[in-house]
């Protein structure tokens, strides 16, 4: 029987990996703050609250994915003690329970020299998944065939897809480039590790394609696809961020936190995607 925690277990790509560990024969325990009677084995979790060893131990789990971040809180401190620290205090119950394999999911905004406080805090539960002898991916934009749905790119589709004629802005023309990951690929590379054919190569594995999409032309390519016909009106990045960071500040409810506007601008200039290719694992371009 093979036994596999995952966390964030209700999320976009949580969700995904439950479904797709199941159809492969796992038996899979959810770990998420949100709960439901049909979610089978699931337990309450919360990052930055405690979590027993014996939650693994009791349930034989012999693999967890990591996919649980917490983006309400806003501010460097806040964001330490709930995601960083609660990572740690999972991590740490996982080995103390028994679990032999563990894969942390990261993001391509995670590197060195990355300014925003999500790529930030990344870098920092890379660092102790490292100590735990845990696998990094650095998942790009995850993205799957039919109607975008869910997680980013579905934010993405939705947002050209608004109005009789939307009306889309394009943060400093939407020069910006974006790495894809398609779901099936995602899910292969953690399912492979988990079933132990792939080794830990020590380092964090940046999983996308190497082909970087333009934001504008990926809109426009969400556009093209539901036959829709945006107008792009490209803005500054600055007063964008300011805007939303005021709104934070005043506990306003905004569309898109203020950091992702850093995290949008400031990017990994040169991904390294070698690594994926010395494991045996292709990521298939979005096209």
């Known amino acids: 029987m093979k036994t596999i925690a995952i966390t964030g277990a209700r999320g976009f790509v949580g969700s995904m990996l439950v479904r797709r560990f199941e159809g ?15 979610d089978g084995d699931m337990v309450p979790f919360r990052l930055g609250g405690q979590l027993e060893p014996d939650v693994f131990r009791s349930r034989h789990i012999t693999a967890l994915v990591h ?7 806003v501010d460097r401190a806040e964001i330490q003690r709930v995601n960083v620290e609660g990572s740690r205090k999972l991590l740490a119950a996982a080995t ?9 999911l990261s993001t391509i905004s995670a590197f060195d020299g990355c300014r925003s406080l999500y790529g930030r805090a990344k870098l920092q539960i890379e660092a102790a998944a490292a100590a735990a002898g845990a696998l990094v991916v650095r998942a ?8 975008p749905t869910g997680g980013m790119f ?14 889309v802005p394009l943060i400093s023309g939407g020069v910006h480039p ?9 899910w292969e590379l953690l399912r492979r590790f988990c079933d132990g054919e792939l080794e830990n190569p020590g380092k964090p594995v940046a999983a996308a394609a190497p082909r970087p999409w333009a934001m504008r032309d990926l809109l426009a390519e969400l556009a093209r696809r539901q036959d829709r016909h945006p107008r ?18 005043a506990h306003l409810p905004v569309p898109y936190r203020s950091d992702s506007v850093v995290s949008l601008v400031y990017q990994n200039p040169n991904p390294d995607f070698a690594t994926l290719k010395a494991l045996g694992v292709a990521a298939r371009e979005f096209s």
């Open 154 to 167: 579905g934010s993405l589709a939705k947002s050209v897809n608004a109005g009789l004629v939307p009306l």
């Open 67 to 73: 996919c649980a971040y917490d983006f309400k809180p």
């Open 24 to 38: 492969a024969g796992w038996t899979v325990t959810r770990l998420s703050h949100s709960v439901a009677a049909s």
């Open 232 to 249: 792009f009106l490209p803005v500054p990045w600055q007063p964008v961020w300011a805007g939303l960071r005021l709104a934070e500040i």
């Open 178 to 186: 974006q790495y894809l990951v398609h779901e099936q690929d995602l």
């Open 140 to 147: 790009g934009l995850v993205w799957a065939d039919g109607p």
């Open 96 to 104: 103390a329970g028994g679990v032999e394999r563990i894969a942390v």
